[in-house]
């Protein structure tokens, strides 16, 4: 990061990542982690019905990293943002038509 505007706007955006993370909890699961000793972001989003077992790979919406280092680290982040956007709206929309098939049903 080149500046304390970057750096603000990297911060802000982080910020939001980790909102959609904690808000959308009732349709997806999505896991934003920092990791100091390279500074790097990364995050993962699952389905929600997901079951972690050992051995066993999840089948994984997205897993994006960002080096905060890069020269396009806020392009990168704004572009993780965006597509958990898509996928928080794609999720709710299911299950909302899930929800609306058991009324009917």
């Known amino acids: 990061m ?5 750096e603000r706007a990297v911060f802000d955006i982080v ?5 959609l993370a904690m808000a959308n909890t009732d ?3 999505i896991f934003a982690r920092f990791s100091g000793h390279v500074n790097s972001f990364e995050v993962d989003a699952d389905p ?3 079951v972690y077992e050992k051995g066993v790979r999840p089948d994984r919406l997205m897993r994006e ?3 905060f280092d890069h020269p396009n680290a806020l392009e990168k982040l704004l572009s993780i943002e965006s597509q958990l956007t898509e996928l ?5 929309e299911e299950a909302e038509s ?6 009917e049903a």
């Open 2 to 6: 080149s500046g304390l505007n970057t």
């Open 15 to 19: 910020h939001a990542i980790n909102v």
């Open 27 to 29: 349709v997806i699961l």
């Open 48 to 50: 929600k019905g997901t």
């Open 65 to 67: 990293y960002v080096y």
């Open 88 to 92: 928080i709206i794609t999720a709710r």
């Open 98 to 103: 899930e929800a609306k098939a058991e009324v």
